[in-house]
């Protein structure tokens, strides 16, 4: 009898940060030496997972900066969030958001070669600069549906993003894991795609079934020195 494959799971941690305005406050020279020691922590985990930071600060009052990290070992990426909070500038940013989901690469295991962190196929996250997080909990109607017709109104949702080229859209379930449902993350290389993909998307059928679909996060790919500076 043919075993069957143990699926992948690919954790995924949204958690955005609001720096403490007491930080600003310290002198010039504390403020250099937490930031490096943050950072040097930061490099040294990125081995052994994905890491995107984006930030924030200006789009939105409540958080600066997103990180965004992916790893297939959960206990891990706890022990690398709480790391990076009890060090260096760490210490002075606090979490205002947070969710956790997990995503099942769709094609069979690739050879280790092609993957990244010796887990995640290669381009399959970060690869576009602006980005859309929002978290989705569907109506209770959506789930008395048939198969068959929820696929036809995701059929016609999906269409609206494959007309976009460059837009990559990829779903985190979080049942069982989160308050919420879904993590909708919308990557795209060019701001005025994003804004006109995400429009077409309220008007598609399927947004009859959805309860709540807020907060919603802009976010832009920056370098953490970028970032880190630009608010501290």
């Known amino acids: 009898m043919e075993k069957l494959k143990k699926a ?21 020279n504390e403020k250099i030496a937490a930031k490096q020691e943050f950072e040097n922590l930061v490099g040294a985990c990125q081995e052994k997972l994905f890491l995107r930071t984006y930030m924030v600060t200006g789009l939105r009052t409540d958080a600066d900066i997103l990180f965004w990290r992916v790893s297939d070992n959960l206990e891990h990426l706890q022990d690398i969030c709480a790391k990076t909070a009890s060090i260096g500038i760490g210490r002075y940013l606090i979490p205002r958001h947070s969710f956790i989901g997990v995503y099942h690469p769709e094609a069979e295991a690739a050879p280790r070669k092609d993957l990244d962190f010796g887990f995640l196929p290669k381009d399959t996250f970060g690869r576009h600069k602006f980005m859309l997080i929002h978290p989705v909990i569907k109506s209770h109607l959506w789930y008395e549906l048939s198969e068959a017709e929820r696929q036809a109104l995701l059929a016609e949702r999906k269409a609206v993003i494959c007309r ?36 077409e998307l309220r008007e ?15 976010c832009i790919g920056r370098d953490l020195r970028e970032i880190l500076d630009a608010i501290s």
């Open 164 to 199: 976009y080229r460059e837009i990559q859209e990829t779903f985190f379930q979080s049942y069982g894991m989160d308050e919420v449902e879904i993590i909708v993350a919308r990557e795209a290389r060019h701001l005025e795609e994003l804004i006109a993909a995400t429009r």
């Open 8 to 28: 992948i799971n690919l954790y995924s941690s949204f958690i955005f940060l609001k720096l403490d305005p007491v930080f600003r406050r310290l002198i010039s």
């Open 204 to 218: 598609q059928r399927v947004k009859n079934y959805t309860a709540i679909d807020k907060p919603v996060f802009l």
